[in-house]
């Protein structure tokens, strides 16, 4: 007898030591905490980590961009403040323009098309060097950002002459500068108090951010014409990768990738179902520009933009785009 409790005794003191070497992990992510967004991608990723590791890995989620800020995120990771941080590459400028160019209009015509692009592209390697100073997780976009403003409804490119609006990406901002309009630059977070003050008129956006940021409380003029996609990622710390046993590195290969990619535009297409609906119910005006390319109005401003930015980023650019064109018949909408 003694000598069983003597064994039981040691298995307990030997499991203790496994039990206190958890390791924390620290997401830092821009959406609000209670969003669709923190609760149904980033909870549920982490609750599904927690459980594959056998609590081995714990996950400790700061979200509404109280750890690192919407447009420091990135560097955050770089520097392990956070561990993983979520966050838009546009809110980075200038450090990931192949990534970008998924945001041209007419590349995607929802978040999932978009996201299996987006992610198809990294996973063949296109633009791998723009995250080698981290470790990306997976790969998303908004779906399509369109016009919502406060006080009219915009009908052709004329109309945003003079208008302040907040641009998604500096190419949406190029574009507004272009039609007359005044760019402003902010993070997503930041939007409602600006458009509640008269800092802006209006905006562009996709449904989802609608909702989440609850801007259709301000805007009731929404113009249905698809300026961007929104590109957006998680990323791992290096170093915090390289720390972890073998099995727990698997663990989180195995919540990386495609699978994940397509979990977070489920989430984002029904927050866009979401978006769009609280404003009909709410008696908002819509326009809706089909065929966006090819209209006689938007058609030559959104090739404009297109034409300009990927001759901004040269050559491979133009591969870029020519594949995310091809993966539109692979990534159905």
Known sequence: MKSTLTGALAAVLLATPALAEATTLRIAHVWPGGSLIDRELFQAWAESVEEASDGRLQVQIFPGATLTGADSAY???????????????????????????VELPGVSASSRQGSCILQ??????????????????????T?????????????????????????????????????GAQAVGMPAPEVFTSMQRGVVDGLSFNWEGMKTFRLNELASYHTEVPLYDLSLFA???????????????????DHSGMEWSLRAAEVYDELIRQGR?????????????????????????????????????????????????ALQAECPD
Do not use: C
Not at 242 to 247: A, E, F, V
Not at 278 to 304: K, R
């Open 75 to 101: 560097q955050g990771v770089v520097n392990g403040i956070a561990d993983i941080g979520a966050t838009a590459q546009g809110y980075n400028a200038g450090r990931f323009p192949l990534t970008q160019v």
């Open 120 to 141: 198809s592209l990294y996973d063949q390697g296109h633009f791998e060097e723009e995250y080698s100073d981290t470790r990306p997780l997976f790969m998303f976009t």
């Open 143 to 179: 779906g399509p950002g369109y016009l919502h403003t406060k006080e009219r409804l915009i009908e052709t490119p004329a109309d945003l002459e003079g208008l302040r609006l907040r641009r998604p990406t500096p190419v949406v901002g190029d574009m507004f500068t272009r039609l």
């Open 235 to 253: 990323t791992m710390n290096q170093r915090t990768y390289d720390s972890l046993p073998d099995d727990l590195q698997q663990v989180i290969d």
């Open 277 to 325: 609906q609280d404003a009909e119910e709410a008696g908002h005006e819509f326009l809706v520009i089909e065929d966006a390319l090819d209209h006689t109005d938007w058609g030559p401003v959104l090739q404009e933009t297109i034409d300009r930015y990927l001759e901004e980023i040269g050559e491979e650019g133009r591969t870029v785009y020519e594949a995310a064109t």
